[in-house]
Nanobody
Framework: QVQLVESGGGLVQAGGSLRLSCAAS????????MAWFRQAPGKEREFVAA??????????ADSVKGRFTISRNNANAKNTVYLQMNSLKPEDTAVYYC???????????????????WGQGAQVTVSS
């Protein structure tokens, strides 16, 4: 049993910052990668960032590169992944989802279908 619980969403003005957290519990030893996706109304779920659970390697979507930072704390049973979002824009408004991927052919994927576990989502709204 795996559970992912996001927190930290909210309303912020353009140019502001927010930090999302995702607490993982259960079979976290099976994780290869943790990632953040987002989904705006009427749009498909899109990849935001990913981090290797053990090595800490990262990858970002071009739209957030230089503004968002993904990190993780998997020491001392913390099992939490973070998304620090700076210089937020109205187009960043979406529901943000935490996801976990077990080992596969690549260490990460931008396809939501490649991920095995999902959180319930956290709303981020950026006002102009």
């Amino acid at each position: 049993q795996v559970q992912l619980v996001e927190s930290g969403g909210g309303l912020v003005q353009a140019g502001g910052s927010l930090r999302l957290s995702c607490a993982a519990s259960g079979r976290t030893f099976s994780f290869r990668t943790m990632a953040w996706f987002r989904q705006a109304p009427g749009k498909e779920r899109e990849f935001v960032a990913a981090i290797s659970w053990s090595a800490g390697s990262t990858s970002y979507a071009d739209s957030v590169k230089g503004r968002f930072t993904i990190s993780r704390n998997n020491a001392n049973a913390k099992n939490t992944v973070y998304l620090q979002m700076n210089s937020l824009k109205p187009e960043d408004t979406a529901v943000y989802y935490c996801a976990a991927k077990t080992p596969g052919t690549t260490w990460y994927s931008v396809q939501p279908t490649s991920y095995d576990y999902w959180g319930q989502g956290a709303q981020v709204t950026v006002s102009s």
